[in-house]
């Protein structure tokens, strides 16, 4: 597709089940983001995965969360045991590798999670 | 460590009045500040960036060093401006944008 597509568009999930996010960057970019968009938090780095570097989790906020890439193309973002304070708006975001002039990353619609 | 404060999270003006969206960041190196936009119900986009020193929709952001801010300011606001602003700082030495919490703004007929 053109641009970036998340999977699935709204979750509901009761607490201490684990839950899946697909995310399909942008064809050719090497660069996915994780971010995680909450009321009165803003928008929150998770991870950010790089080409075949390793990634840097340092955003992510317990062991609970982890995300993986294939074939430096699509991401999952895995929560295990989810909690309430996990509800929130995941958004997944791609560009191309950082340039002269900065870089533009692209957004997905965003995984809307609701933990009950 | 790399930093970005939006002091204000609701910023309220009537239309023709005004704006000034506060940003202000944290970092040693050489920053690349930008601007993103998130109108209702759509996904959040860039609005400008600025190393392109561009205007876009009447918004203007100049980069002051001294100050270490990155002001977003529109001389006559539009109900169609209303919508959450992100501030952004990333750099080539740290590959990756970090976002500031956000202000949303409202602008009232």
């Known amino acids: 597709g053109a641009g970036v597509s998340q999977s699935p568009s709204n979750k509901v999930t009761e607490k201490g089940k684990d839950v899946e996010l697909r995310c399909d960057p942008i064809s050719g970019h090497t660069a996915l983001y994780w971010y995680r968009q909450s009321l009165g938090q803003g928008l929150e780095f998770l991870i950010y995965f790089q080409g075949n570097s390793a990634p840097d989790k340092s955003g992510l906020p317990s062991d609970r969360f982890s995300a993986e890439r294939t074939g430096g193309s699509v991401s999952t973002l895995t929560i295990q045991r989810t909690q309430q304070e996990d509800s929130a708006v995941y958004l997944c975001?791609?560009?191309?590798?950082?340039?002269?002039?900065?870089?533009?990353?692209?957004f997905g619609e965003g995984s809307w999670l609701t933990v009950v | 460590a790399q930093r970005v404060t939006q002091p204000e999270k609701l910023l309220s003006v009537f239309k023709g009045a005004p704006v000034e969206l506060k940003c202000n960041y944290s970092y040693s190196g050489s920053p690349e500040l930008f601007w993103y936009v998130q109108y209702s119900r759509q996904r959040l986009q860039l609005l400008l960036r600025h190393i392109s020193r561009e205007s876009i929709k009447g918004f203007t952001a100049d980069l002051n060093k001294g100050e270490t801010s990155f002001h977003l300011k529109k001389p006559f606001a539009q109900e169609e401006d209303s919508a959450m602003y992100y501030c952004?700082?990333?750099?080539?030495?740290?590959?990756?944008?970090?976002f500031g919490t956000g202000t949303r703004l409202q602008v009232f007929p």
């Open positions: 952004a700082l990333g750099s080539f030495n740290t590959d990756k944008l970090i």
């Open positions: 975001a791609s560009s191309l590798p950082w340039g002269p002039s900065g870089n533009t990353i692209y």
